[in-house]
């Protein structure tokens, strides 16, 4: 909310002080192409906020079921395809895909932070 429109004027008002981060969007070129063909398939319509994540969620369940193949394991056990998850990693539509394997949270997972300042 920079730039001197009343617009942001207006919202800088309402967030003053507010401290706020959210996920980063699209990351690298993957990310971008990834955007592009959304925006390409739908014209009117524009990419949700965690629509990236959606893309990665499913391409990481792919890359679980295929890894878990070469393992010779059968991906429909829910512990084979558990266990292999947490063994995948590849660049995604929002970066780097990761398992943090203390935790089960993600590795390198971006955010970007708004620090609402009155002055803009």
Request: hydrophobic content about 30%.
């Amino acid at each position: 909310y920079t730039g001197p429109s009343e617009e942001n004027q207006k919202m800088r008002k309402v967030l003053k002080g507010s401290i706020a981060f959210h996920p980063q969007s699209y990351q690298g070129d993957i990310g971008q192409r990834v955007k592009a063909k959304f925006e390409q398939t739908f014209a009117d319509a524009t990419p949700g906020f965690f629509s990236y994540y959606i893309y990665d969620s499913i391409f990481w369940v792919a890359h679980g079921i295929k890894k878990s193949r070469s393992q010779g394991n059968d991906p429909r056990e829910f512990g084979n395809l558990n266990t292999t998850l947490r063994q995948v990693s590849f660049t995604g539509a929002s970066g780097e895909i990761k398992v943090r394997p203390q935790s089960n949270d993600r590795q390198n997972f971006g955010f970007a932070f708004l620090n609402a300042r009155p002055d803009g």
